[in-house]
């Protein structure tokens, strides 16, 4: 496992408090370096190959299929349980009991005895004993709309109209992924030497992966039970074409928060990434890839549809300001400014979400450089307490590198307005407005910002008694103070160590928390439900196994070709 990078001083960083904060980044996308699209160059590069070992469904598509994955140093299962589901059980929130399928990914062998407990205990997921071989547990509910459409178009012999993977793209999506040792099943710890998954959520990423493959499988499985005279398999560019769906809420955001090193390790690589590629002499050639990236990316947001409206107004935002970008491209000339001038030209005359897409563009113009940051996504989290530490010097510190965190007004409701709190009931995260609803003494101690306020304060009171005094001086006099004295002493040494936002105002969205994390797993097509819970797809547009397992092994421009999917566009229909 990777440990923390070395900060390379001589790279032009941006300054954390543009990248740190929280607008900017919920406008984040998914780059080259997002964890599916690791995980899709890894198994083509390794060769990994999956197979169906087992195939039992019945007429209605209910049943058990199990795919045996080989890897160069392991072998795994994926089995999936497919069940019916009544209308009145159908939810995509974390209280449902039943879905349309569950799944496990397994470390090794599946005999008939581990098979016979899962069927008893996956289906069930949170309230199931699961077995610790298991690395991933999940489910998922059916697009109702798209696949049945789906299932008729292929029985009748003909393929689907593009445009409905266009509107929603999935038949599938899922509403939890669970892994680390949830519920039972194998711990952390299992995968940190595990080569296959060592990076962060790169099993959970199979799993979802794998899930698709399903969802082919299934579909083309019910139109021949429906029509085994004329149904048709679904074309391999719609395959390409559609994703899994993810439902997720606030059970995402503590993460953020509860890892902070983590963060900082993936925010460092992306922000070294785009240092580096900054750094990159610009050609005429790289000019014309980055204009046709562009293209593709202005044709995706115009097909995006969501039916929030903020959300419209963003992606139509970022329409208006890639159209300007291409012109703005089309006129200029490789110059060995020209990647300073555009970064410069967007900050000033483009949306934060089409600035951060350059970002992203111009991380991809250079794989060779930007790929081998992906084993260094991980890290080992410690937070460690410097206790010799002058009470000046951790003053100083917060001063300089936490000053957002010191503008926090405890007279001012506006700014302690939400309170963070686990329900009862799924033990998931929910947020409360403090001045109308009951429950802010249980509050989780996610806002860091009013901590470090916190501390900062009775930190200036001891050192006017204690002016020579030690951090291990005024933790005796506060001790309630260690684990944030711990926290300000490690992140204060990195360069993106916190997120700069207060996470009890008023105006915090927490959609901008959920939007971070997921562009980090490489969701796309940001589809919010509320304020508070958002749908997005994964893998669209990601070659299907079939493509990925070649004779010709780890060949370079294979390897290229495969890996050009962001920002996936509807294929055209007379292609089909």
């Not at 000033?348 to 794989?367: G, K, R, V």
């Not at 306020?453 to 291990?472: E, I, K």
């Not at 079939?546 to 495969?562: I, K, T």
Request: aromatic share 10%.
């Amino acid at each position: 496992m990777a440990t923390q990078l070395n900060i390379n001083t001589e790279l032009k960083l941006r300054p954390a408090a543009r990248v740190m904060n929280l607008v900017r980044l919920g406008s984040l996308h998914a780059s080259r370096l997002s964890f599916s699209r690791s995980l899709v160059r890894q198994m083509a590069r390794e060769d990994w190959t999956v197979s169906t070992v087992r195939n039992d469904l019945d007429d209605q598509g209910h049943g058990v299929v199990i795919y045996r994955l080989e890897t160069p140093h392991h072998i795994y299962h994926g089995v999936v349980f497919s069940r019916h589901l009544d209308p009145e059980q159908r939810s995509d929130r974390v209280i449902a009991e039943a879905w349309d399928v569950t799944f496990a990914l397994v470390e090794g062998p599946v005999d008939d005895i581990l098979l016979e407990q899962m069927e008893s205990n996956v289906p069930l997921q949170e309230a199931g004993r699961q077995n610790p071989r298991l690395l991933v547990l999940s489910r998922a509910n059916k697009s109702l709309r798209n696949f049945g459409y789906f299932v008729e178009a292929l029985a009748e012999g003909r393929q689907p109209d593009p445009a409905w993977l266009t509107r929603v793209g999935y038949l599938y999506r899922t509403t939890a992924v669970y892994g680390n040792g949830k519920f039972g099943i194998a711990d952390y710890a299992r995968l940190q030497k595990n080569p296959d998954f060592n990076r962060p959520f790169s099993a959970q990423m199979f799993a979802v992966y794998l899930l698709r493959h399903f969802s082919i499988h299934q579909v083309e499985h019910l139109a021949r039970c429906r029509a085994p005279d004329q149904a048709v398999g679904l074309a391999p560019a719609l395959q390409r074409y559609l994703g899994i769906g993810n439902s997720t809420g606030l059970g995402m955001a503590p993460f953020l928060i509860n890892h902070p090193q983590l963060i900082q390790q993936w925010v460092y690589c992306r922000e070294r990434a785009l240092a580096w590629a900054r750094e990159q002499p610009p050609t005429e050639a790289s000019r014309l890839h980055l204009m046709t990236l562009l293209r593709r990316a202005h044709q995706h947001f115009v097909e995006t549809v969501t039916e929030d409206a903020e959300q419209t107004r963003r992606n139509a935002a970022t329409v208006t300001s890639i159209a300007a970008v291409i012109v703005w491209l089309d006129q200029m000339q490789a110059s060995p400014a020209l990647w300073d001038e555009l970064l410069n030209w967007a900050d000033d005359n483009c949306s934060l979400e089409a600035q951060e897409l350059i970002n992203t563009l111009l991380i991809e113009l250079y794989p060779d450089v930007i790929d081998a940051a992906e084993d260094e996504l991980a890290c080992e989290e410690i937070l460690e307490l410097q206790p010799e530490m002058k009470a000046t010097a951790l003053k100083q510190m917060i001063e300089n590198r936490f000053a957002w965190a010191l503008d926090y007004d405890p007279k001012n409701p506006d700014h302690k307005y939400w309170f963070w709190y686990r329900s009862v009931e799924k033990e998931e995260p929910r947020l409360g407005v403090r001045a109308e609803e009951p429950g802010a003494e249980k509050e989780l101690p996610l806002a860091i910002g009013p901590r470090i306020y916190r501390t900062y304060q009775l930190l200036d009171a001891f050192l006017d008694r204690s002016p020579r005094g030690s951090v291990v001086e005024f933790l005796m006099a506060h001790p309630g103070q260690k684990e944030c004295v711990r926290r300000i002493q490690t992140m204060g040494a990195t360069p993106y160590g916190e997120i700069q936002a207060n996470l009890w105002h008023r105006d915090m969205k927490p959609m901008h928390l959920l939007r971070t994390k997921l562009s980090f797993f490489g969701a796309s097509r940001f589809d919010p439900k509320s304020d508070r819970w958002v749908r997005v797809t994964l893998f669209q547009g990601a070659p299907l196994f079939r493509e990925l397992f070649s004779d010709h092994g780890a060949d370079m421009a294979r390897l290229a070709a495969l890996d050009d999917w962001s920002f996936p566009v509807e294929p055209d229909s007379d292609s089909l």
